[in-house]
């Protein structure tokens, strides 16, 4: 979409409005979360998803729009999945046209994508746009009740959790975050030289992703449980917790392969982890369409999906 708005720098105090966009930048992270704090807790909405994900090229872009915001998803390359998109609960359908129009001016496809079902619900006159799913961008979300305590995991998943601690007993375990503000911390965890397989696989297929939410880890405001054996360290999980407490977001996982059958436990002591801090849900994100990661996520079983959607309107 070569006429996607690019982001004009962003000026000291609110968001530019609507069609004038506002770069989305690290010192944003407050009053950009501020904004999206009644929303459900979305990763392809949060600051770190769109900082990680969709800030190629400094691409990201917001403005504000009756009361919602409209995002620029904008990835090199990428037409299929780049374009505007509008987030919220106000004058929808409005709010709608007004995009619209501003597209058709500028000769682009009249069209939103990645747009939260949420917003869908709040369209007034619903005859008037054509909806069609996003599947690859559905997030899948999973009850942390479901994997702790050991009696609630699948009858597999327990054999598993008590085949590795029959080999490695809990006394060798250690739990604990880092400070990732600290360069030292941050090198541990991407010098890890782990077998690429199972879910480091999908971890490799984004290698400047990861390294990116490592290094700016305390900018995006990740939190992270870091698991050690024997006083090496194991595997490692970063995510962020939004205004939602029930939830947690899920950024990144990555697990020593080499250490029979760890992967099972480290779900496990994750979801106990969660569970004493009162956290009830884990947003793991979207399989992108990737099968393999596809078949993952729909193994461990979701309880839910946070939808997204493209929008055209049905006439012109």
């Not at 409005?17 to 930048?25: D, G, H, I, N, Q």
């Not at 698991?227 to 194991?234: K, M, P």
């Amino acid at each position: 979409m070569s006429n996607v708005p690019k982001p004009n720098s962003l000026q000291t105090g609110e968001f530019k409005t609507f069609p004038e966009f506002s770069k989305l930048t690290f010192n944003d992270r407050k009053r950009y979360e501020a904004l999206i704090a009644e929303y459900p807790p979305i990763s392809n909405i949060s600051f770190a998803g769109l900082k990680l994900w969709w800030d190629q090229l400094s691409g990201c872009a917001v403005a504000r729009l009756n009361g919602n915001l409209v995002i620029s998803y904008w990835f090199p390359g990428d037409e299929k999945r780049s374009g505007l998109s509008l987030i919220g609960t106000n004058k929808i359908d409005e709010s709608m046209q007004t995009i619209f129009d501003y597209l058709r001016e500028k000769g682009d496809p009249a069209r939103l994508v990645h747009v939260p079902e949420f917003v869908l619900e709040k369209i007034s006159q619903p005859d008037l746009y054509s909806c069609r799913g996003e599947r690859g961008c559905d997030e899948y979300i999973y009850e942390v009740a479901k994997f702790y305590p050991m009696n609630h995991t699948t009858a597999y998943r327990r054999r598993r959790i008590r085949k590795f601690l029959a080999a490695v007993n809990e006394d060798r375990i250690i739990i604990r975050s880092l400070d990732l503000s600290k360069a030292e911390n941050q090198q541990l965890l991407l010098d890890c030289q782990w077998p690429r397989r199972g879910i480091n696989s999908i971890v490799g297929a984004f290698d400047e992703c990861w390294e990116d939410t490592i290094r700016y880890a305390d900018l995006l405001g990740l939190e992270n449980v870091c698991i050690y054996v024997d006083g090496e360290l194991a595997a490692y999980i970063l995510y962020v917790q939004p205004a939602d407490r029930r939830y947690i977001v899920l950024r990144h996982v990555k697990v020593d392969y080499r250490i029979p059958r760890i992967l099972d436990y480290v779900i496990y002591r994750f979801a106990g982890w969660l569970h004493e801090r009162g956290i009830a849900y884990v947003n793991m994100d979207s399989d992108l369409g990737l099968p393999f990661l596809r078949m993952f996520m729909l193994a461990l079983g979701p309880s839910n999906y946070f939808r997204m959607y493209t929008i055209m309107p049905t006439l012109g």
